[in-house]
């Protein structure tokens, strides 16, 4: 089992920056895929951007120049990195591991993109 806890989201203009991190009570291992998803309201949940142990990322379309996902198996944690926000990006953003099909999510952290 494990539990993952994200943090960094919060209120940026529009053109600002932010850091999402998250920790993961367990081991991450090598198999394992991280991402980050985010979910506004009325709209399903999305894939943002994923990394696997050889560091093969991969992003949506929309955030693509813009963000970066790295994740550190020694530290147990992932990030995403968030330049040039928009205010479509405004969401729950939730980390994601995925460990040989078998799904665990954080809790999310809100991220406000105001114009």
């Known amino acids: 089992q494990v539990q993952l806890v994200e943090s960094g989201g919060g209120l940026v203009q529009a053109g600002g920056s932010l850091r999402l991190s998250c920790a993961a009570s367990?081991?991450?291992?090598?198999?394992?895929?991280l991402g980050w998803y985010r979910q506004a309201p009325g709209k399903r949940r999305e894939l943002v951007a994923s990394i696997t142990s050889a560091d093969s990322t991969n992003y949506a379309h929309s955030v693509k120049g813009r963000f970066t996902i790295s994740r550190d198996n020694a530290r147990n944690t992932v990030t995403l990195r968030m330049n040039s926000l928009k205010p479509e990006d405004t969401a729950v953003y939730y980390c994601?591991?995925?460990?040989?099909?078998?799904?665990?999510w954080g809790q999310g952290t809100q991220v406000t993109v105001s114009s």
């Open positions: 994601n591991i995925n460990r040989v099909g078998t799904n665990y």
């Open positions: 367990g081991s991450i291992f090598e198999i394992d895929v």
